[in-house]
Structures are given as C-alpha cells and as structure tokens.
C-alpha cells in the first residue's frame, strides 16, 4: 500500500518550505533548528520535509546530491579557515588538512593501500627443535650431583 500524498503537495510553498529546510541541513541546522525557523511544528515536520525534498529532487540524482551536499559543507568549512591557515596559523593549517583529508576520501582520491608480504614455508619439525632450544636457553641451569 503507497503513501497517501497530500493534496497539498506540489503546491509552490510547500515546496519552497522543503527547500528552506534542505538549506538549513545543508548548513549543519538540527531539525529542531529546521522547525522553529521555517515553521513547522515538530522537528518530525521539518524531517518529513526533508524526505519529501530528498525525494523529489534524488529520484534521478542518487545519493551523487548527497555527496554534494557533504562537500559543498567541506568547501564552505575550508573557505573559514582558509585565509587563517594561508597567514600561517597553524591550528588552522591542521583544520584545511583534515578537510582535504575528508574530502579526499568522499570523492576517492586516495590511492589503495596495498601491502605486499611474503610468505615462507616452515618445516614444522625444525620449528620444534628451535623450540626446544630456547626452552633450554631460558630454563634456569640444573645443578649436578
């Protein structure tokens, strides 16, 4: 059984209300931020808005929008600091690097870490022997008669 839609729907400002609330999030709002500026009455509204809005503009974009959405927020966090980190400040160059970072893996930049490891066969029977060896080299001596 589908969603009843409301009648109300694609009426202009419901939409421009839903888009109002997917600027906020864009710009970090909680959802009860979302409900008190744009007007609905719970957060749950403003959350239910959202979805809406999700859905009517991902249907063909995917989860590509929300990744936009992520790194539009990396570039407007980078453009905050920037002008501190290229003075010098080097709290600020610490903050431009761990944006780079995240926005580096958002989009895949990093190259696959491989490993390259060798593998040797051990013959087990000379494994016992080095064990036996060093069991003799930690015991403590024995005193002879």
């Not at 929008?65 to 407007?76: K, T, Y």
């Not at 966090?77 to 002008?83: E, H, K, T, Y």
């Amino acid at each position: 059984m589908a969603a009843r839609r409301s009648p109300n729907a694609d009426k202009p400002e419901v939409i421009d209300r839903e888009r109002q609330v997917v600027e906020l999030k864009r710009a970090g709002a909680t959802y009860d931020d979302c409900a008190r500026i744009v007007g609905y009455a719970t957060p749950q509204g403003a959350y239910l808005a959202f979805q809406r809005a999700l859905k009517r503009t991902l249907i063909a974009a995917g989860t590509e929008e929300l990744r936009e959405i992520e790194l539009d927020r990396l570039d407007r966090l980078q453009r905050g600091v920037w002008s501190a980190a290229a003075s010098g400040d080097v709290q600020a160059i610490n903050t431009v690097l761990r944006i780079m970072d995240r926005r580096a893996r958002y989009l895949g930049l990093d190259a696959p870490v491989t490993a390259h490891l060798t593998v040797e066969q051990v013959d087990t029977s000379s494994v016992d022997a080095e064990v036996l060896r060093l069991v003799a080299l930690l015991s403590p001596p024995t005193a002879t008669a």
